[in-house]
């Protein structure tokens, strides 16, 4: 059974940062793609970042780039989204996401293409 779960969310003053984490299941962790996705109250769920199965390739969407790393270690099945310099935009459930299909500049910011998600973890950034 695939588990994903994130933790690390809260509520953050503007220009503050925030250190997501998403543990994953060992099956799958070592051989899959992991993302982040966001949805804000009322909007559809959008790309944040990815990583490739071995760490190689990021991507990132515009509004983050810049601001948010994302990074994995393997030996903890475990990928990290460190945000900095935060905005109140930025506030929304943050979903970490799997994928067995290798990342590619056509598909990586297409949530179904995503094959497994957590539960997320709320993000607060006040003015």
């Known amino acids: 059974q695939v588990h994903l779960v994130e933790s690390g969310g809260g509520l953050v003053q503007a220009g503050g940062s925030l250190r997501l984490t998403c543990a994953a299941s060992a099956s799958i962790f070592s051989t899959n793609a992991m993302g982040w996705f966001r949805q804000a109250p009322g909007k559809e769920r959008d790309f944040v970042a990815a990583?490739?199965?071995?760490?190689?390739?990021?991507y990132y969407s515009n509004s983050v780039k810049g601001r948010f790393t994302i990074s994995r270690d393997n030996a903890k099945n475990m990928v990290h989204l460190q945000m900095n310099r935060l905005k109140p935009d930025d506030t929304a459930v943050y979903y970490c996401a799997a994928r067995r299909i290798p990342l590619s500049l056509k598909t990586t910011y297409d949530d179904s293409t995503y094959d497994y998600w957590g539960q997320g973890t709320q993000v607060t950034v006040s003015s």
């Open positions: 990583i490739s199965d071995n760490g190689g390739s990021t």
